[in-house]
């Protein structure tokens, strides 16, 4: 069964802090993994697509990273506004279905 | 002017009542979805349609119904609400099916509370 595992649940970091988000996936043949950043009240945003291992995307203080086996979203010297529930999700070839990882909350602190 | 708009933006009702959740895009995309989000910030897929044919329908209870008046447009009735319906409902748009190149755009949610 395709699953999506998130970790941490929460974390919180000083401004300027680095560290990385992980997210583990099971699939069977992966048409595509997303990232998306979830503002309280708000809607997921899209952040990045990767297609396969090796590939990295980057994006401001973002940069998300693919094996096979799990993708990672480093955030370096994070600020503020980047507070957020980061979600993770995967594609499977041959379906049209997204499969939702439950996200991780990360609180930066001034 | 906001690409995928939902209304209403809270839903507050009596357990047994019918009630309809309305969105619309106006980016041009062949495909929308119904997403609900639980307590726990969990993302489903409910429903799926492409240029108004349902694509995905996943097991939910028959009392909820979409419906795809144009490829713009996609309201989602639910019937009988129950306790356990009470959610963020998520509608959600993309290019084609399979929403890859350029991902989802949502909709800032329905929240659907069940008294």
């Known amino acids: 069964e395709d699953q999506v595992t998130q970790s941490p649940e929460a974390l919180r970091l000083q401004e300027g802090e680095s560290s990385s988000l992980n997210c583990s996936y099971t699939?069977?043949?992966?048409?595509?993994l997303f990232w998306y950043r979830q503002d309280p009240g708000k809607g997921p945003e899209f952040l990045f697509t990767?297609?396969?291992a090796g590939e990295e995307k980057e994006k401001e203080r973002l940069k998300a990273t693919l094996t096979k086996k799990e993708s990672f979203l480093h955030i370096t010297a994070p600020k503020p506004e980047d507070s957020a529930t980061y979600l993770c999700?995967?594609?499977?070839?041959?379906?049209?279905?997204?499969?939702f990882g439950t996200g991780t909350r990360l609180k930066v602190l001034a | 002017d906001t690409a995928v708009s939902q209304t209403p933006k809270y839903l507050v009702t009596q357990m047994g009542n019918d009630k309809s959740i309305k969105c619309e895009q106006n980016?041009?995309?062949?495909?929308m979805y119904w997403y609900k989000q639980d307590s726990k910030k969990f993302l489903k897929i409910m429903f799926s349609y492409n240029n108004k044919e349902l694509i995905i329908n996943e097991t939910v209870p028959n009392r909820f119904s979409p419906k795809s008046p144009d490829k713009a447009h996609l309201n989602l009735h639910i019937n009988s609400l129950e306790l356990g319906d009470s959610a963020v409902y998520f509608c959600a748009s993309s290019q084609d099916e399979r929403g890859v190149s350029s991902g989802y755009t949502f909709g800032s949610g329905t929240r659907l509370t069940v008294v």
């Open positions: 980016l041009g995309h062949d495909t």
């Open positions: 699939v069977s043949g992966l048409r595509g």
């Open positions: 999700a995967v594609q499977a070839s041959g379906t049209y279905k997204y499969i």
């Open positions: 990767l297609y396969s």
